[in-house]
T-cell receptor, first 115, second 112 residues
Framework: AQSVTQLDSHVSVSEGTPVLLRCNYSSSYSPSLFWYVQHPNKGLQLLLKYTSAATLVKGINGFEAEFKKSETSFHLTKPSAHMSDAAEYFCVVRGISGGYNKLIFGAGTRLAVHP | EAQVTQNPRYLITVTGKKLTVTCSQNMNHEYMSWYRQDPGLGLRQIYYSMNVEVTDKGDVPEGYKVSRKEKRNFPLILESPSPNQTSLYFC???????????FGPGTRLTVL
């Protein structure tokens, strides 16, 4: 069975400082992993995805994530936080259920950015 | 514009009063899903559909029904809503063999 664990429910950073949102995954086979972002009162937007190509994945808005099989991790980073990055972030693994590609979500990490 | 639409966006209702949340996509996707989002739990899949007339239960199907009579539409039906179904609901669609699901804007449901 596939699962993801987001290690922090809340992260608070100052504008201009680095962002690190941590995610560990569990999968019995090579996983497909995603990060989605949800801004307040908005829907979900795909930030980036890993599908067994390059282990360092670049996404939108300056975010990137590194797939580390030995650590079963897929942490999301950004070198310099912006106020507009304040949102909830979800780490997601693709599961297989009856041939359908199901998304399995972590509990979410709420990122606050302070001036 | 490629999109997934949901209606209504906000709904307040009372226990036991049947309701339907509509979902429509204009991308000709075969796959559609419903999720609910609750604080501290992320999103959990309620039902999914792999094509017209093909639906199956997700992780939390109790108290919900769906139908897929047309490819573009996937309504979520609550026959007798209860307060524990107060949540934020998302519809999503995708194509087979792709990794990206497209999400609707969400429907915030409150059951009193």
């Amino acid at each position: 069975a596939q699962s993801v664990t987001q290690l922090d429910s809340h992260v608070s950073v100052s504008e201009g400082t680095p962002v690190l949102l941590r995610c560990n995954y569990s999968s019995s086979y090579s996983p497909s992993l995603f990060w989605y972002v949800q801004h307040p009162n908005k829907g979900l937007q795909l930030l980036l995805k890993y599908t067994s190509a390059a282990t360092l994945v670049k996404g939108i808005n300056g975010f990137e994530a590194e797939f580390k099989k030995s650590e079963t991790s897929f942490h999301l980073t950004k070198p310099s936080a912006h106020m507009s990055d304040a949102a909830e972030y979800f780490c997601v693994v693709r599961g297989i259920s009856g041939g359908y590609n199901k998304l399995i979500f972590g509990a979410g990490t709420r990122l606050a950015v302070h001036p | 514009e490629a999109q997934v639409t949901q209606n209504p966006r906000y709904l307040i209702t009372v226990t036991g009063k049947k309701l339907t949340v509509t979902c429509s996509q204009n991308m000709n996707h075969e796959y559609m899903s419903w999720y609910r989002q609750d604080p501290g739990l992320g999103l959990r899949q309620i039902y999914y559909s792999m094509n017209v007339e093909v639906t199956d239960k997700g992780d939390v199907p109790e108290g919900y029904k769906v139908s897929r009579k047309e490819k573009r539409n996937f309504p979520l039906i609550l026959e007798s809503p209860s307060p524990n179904q107060t949540s934020l609901y998302f519809c999503a669609s995708s194509s087979p063999g792709t990794d990206t699901q497209y999400f609707g804007p969400g429907t915030r449901l409150t059951v009193l």
